[in-house]
């Protein structure tokens, strides 16, 4: 097998490993957790009644481990069960609640892509060209600077020049579904620029 297959797959195997381990971490933490679900849901009017055929219907009169594996052969099958959190409607689909968002993150990152990678290339082919020069140097230092703010200080900086004082883009990434793709790509700079700057 070529080794750069061999490479990713271990890293892949790796996050995958990882995502294992941090997922009964956090499981078992809730599993720990003092006082009642099902009555910090329900209230503390709950019947008794109530309570246990709340518990039944959600599968918390179940043991953890059960409950576990239950837990990621569903995830397993795209099924990431539902979310107490929102009012609305009382329940949710956490993947009704991820989908919006990872589709933002994923336009976020690939525009960020798009801007760091080429530039990235850009600067450290030209800076390996000109060795020890003054633009090699002038590079490095912008270059560790900027990776060593961190990213809200840079977005600050970036809000204060460019969204308040010169008015150029906008200090909110408001994206909805139904805007066109040149306002996705307006209301997105900001934060990608800002991520370029930071990676």
């Known amino acids: 097998m070529h080794p750069l297959v061999t490479t990713v797959l271990q890293r892949l195997g790796l996050g995958v490993l990882t995502l294992f381990l941090v997922s009964i971490l956090i499981f078992s ?9 099902a009555k910090s849901i ?8 109530t309570v246990a055929a709340f518990e039944r219907e959600i599968g ?5 481990v059960e409950r576990y594996v239950n837990w ?10 539902e979310s107490f959190a929102s009012r609305v409607g009382y329940r ?43 633009y090699d140097r002038a590079i490095n230092a912008v270059t560790l600077t900027t990776i060593s703010f961190p990213e809200f200080f840079i977005a ?7 969204a308040v004082k010169f008015h150029l883009l906008p200090s909110l990434a408001n994206v909805k579904e139904e805007m066109e793709i040149g306002e996705r790509i307006y209301r997105s700079a900001l934060p990608a620029l800002t991520l370029t700057l930071a990676i």
């Open 72 to 81: 990621i052969a569903k995830v397993a099958q795209g099924d990431f069960g």
């Open 156 to 162: 600050y900086i970036l809000m204060l020049f460019l």
């Open 92 to 134: 949710r689909a956490v993947a009704d609640i991820i989908a919006p968002r990872l589709w933002n993150t994923l336009f976020l990152a690939s525009m960020t892509a798009l801007i760091a990678v080429p530039l990235a290339l850009f600067l450290g082919i030209t800076a390996a060209l000109y060795r020890n020069s003054l």
């Open 60 to 64: 918390l009169d179940r043991p953890p």
């Open 29 to 37: 933490a809730l599993a720990f957790l003092p006082g009642n679900f």
């Open 42 to 49: 329900l209230g503390q009017a709950a019947t008794p009644e």
